[in-house]
């Protein structure tokens, strides 16, 4: 299943916007979304089922006027999601899209002006109060479960059948457990690396990168950002290594705090090769295939 998440969403005039600017935001919005349900698409249909869940935005209705470029590409993404449903329909795979209005996060509480944010400033709301992450997460979840409430159509009980026939095992849930290689994961969300470079600026995991992969403990597994396994193989500012004893103290604390807090977690190491800046390195060439 695929549930896409990813938004940007830049407070920005009409009248002070790009070409440029409008480009961004639909290709991280709407473009992002196409390539990633491309990617997933021939793993759901190999399967027989699958669901395929994005967030919009109810600003679609009513339009944002210091966001016509996020507000464009939330509109792009119900077309995009219902032809799909058409497309996919017929593989056993759901296509749906939930439309919350404002939801308080981190990201919306930097960016979006308090009279928008505070329930008594927030009229335009229904609920007279603006949403927190866990009313839409709900929803999320129940429209990616593998068993949906609907009523089967000809096709669905003709798979039914040919399951029980063959007696095939029932797919798992994303909320059942999972043996990997000896690993016991109690579901089967698992948390992509993505370097944030928060590590000290001589590569040393932060008091931040722990508590950042701690909130996200509950994850079935956790893949770490880029972690440098050399002087030689840094790439990037920032990005913690482990190659050093002060940087191995770093992660054994991390480490442990999301072994406290529950979770699973492994490393994801590295070595950034000729792409390297010598600037990084102390004037040293990158190590390279080529002479």
Same mark, same amino acid.
């Given at each position: 299943?695929?549930?896409?998440?990813?938004?940007?969403?830049?407070?920005? %005039?009409?009248?002070? #916007?790009?070409?440029?600017?409008?480009?961004?935001?639909?290709?991280?919005?709407?473009?992002?979304?196409?390539?990633?349900?491309?990617?997933?698409?021939?793993?759901?249909?190999?399967?027989?089922?699958?669901?395929?869940?994005?967030?919009? %935005?109810?600003?679609?209705?009513?339009?944002?006027?210091?966001?016509?470029?996020?507000?464009?590409?939330?509109?792009?993404?119900?077309?995009?999601?219902?032809?799909?449903?058409?497309?996919?329909?017929?593989?056993?795979?759901?296509?749906? $899209?939930?439309?919350? =209005?404002?939801? $308080?996060? /981190?990201?919306?509480?930097?960016? #979006?002006?308090?009279?928008?944010?505070?329930?008594?400033?927030?009229?335009?709301?229904?609920?007279?109060?603006?949403?927190?992450?866990?009313?839409?997460?709900?929803?999320? %979840?129940?429209?990616?479960?593998?068993?949906?409430?609907?009523? /089967?159509?000809?096709?669905?009980?003709?798979?039914?059948?040919?399951?029980? %026939?063959?007696?095939?095992?029932?797919? /798992? =849930?994303?909320?059942?457990?999972?043996?990997?290689?000896?690993?016991?994961?109690?579901?089967?969300?698992?948390?992509?690396?993505?370097?944030?470079?928060?590590?000290?600026?001589?590569?040393?995991?932060?008091?931040? #990168?722990?508590?950042?992969?701690?909130?996200?403990?509950?994850?079935?597994?956790?893949?770490?950002?880029?972690?440098?396994?050399?002087?030689?193989? &840094?790439?990037?500012?920032?990005?913690?290594?482990? &190659?050093? =004893?002060?940087?191995?103290?770093?992660?054994?604390?991390?480490?442990?705090?999301?072994?406290?807090?529950?979770?699973?977690?492994?490393?994801?190491?590295?070595?950034?090769?000729?792409?390297?800046?010598?600037?990084?390195?102390?004037?040293?060439?990158?190590?390279?295939?080529?002479?």
């Amino acid at each position: 299943m695929l549930i896409n998440v990813a938004g940007y969403f830049p407070i920005q %005039s009409y009248d002070e #916007m790009t070409a440029a600017d409008f480009r961004k935001v639909v290709d991280i919005n709407l473009t992002g979304t196409f390539l990633m349900t491309e990617a997933v698409t021939p793993l759901l249909r190999g399967r027989g089922w699958g669901r395929i869940v994005t967030m919009g %935005s109810a600003s679609v209705f009513g339009g944002v006027a210091d966001q016509v470029h996020y507000v464009a590409a939330k509109a792009g993404i119900f077309g995009l999601s219902r032809s799909l449903a058409r497309v996919l329909g017929r593989d056993g795979i759901t296509v749906n $899209v939930v439309t919350p =209005d404002l939801t $308080v996060t /981190p990201a919306v509480k930097a960016k #979006m002006p308090a009279e928008i944010i505070e329930p008594d400033q927030a009229p335009r709301v229904p609920a007279r109060r603006a949403g927190r992450r866990p009313h839409r997460c709900g929803l999320l %979840s129940r429209l990616a479960r593998r068993r949906l409430h609907h009523r /089967p159509d000809r096709q669905c009980r003709r798979r039914k059948a040919h399951a029980m %026939s063959n007696k095939e095992a029932p797919i /798992p =849930d994303l909320f059942d457990g999972y043996d990997l290689h000896g690993l016991a994961l109690p579901n089967r969300v698992a948390m992509s690396a993505m370097t944030r470079t928060r590590a000290t600026e001589v590569d040393v995991p932060t008091a931040l #990168m722990r508590d950042y992969y701690v909130q996200r403990a509950s994850a079935g597994l956790i893949v770490t950002e880029c972690t440098q396994v050399s002087d030689q193989g &840094h790439g990037i500012i920032r990005c913690p290594g482990i &190659h050093r =004893d002060d940087q191995v103290a770093g992660w054994r604390e991390l480490t442990d705090a999301v072994h406290a807090a529950g979770g699973r977690i492994y490393s994801q190491i590295w070595h950034c090769g000729r792409v390297g800046h010598p600037d990084m390195r102390g004037g040293e060439l990158p190590v390279g295939p080529s002479p």
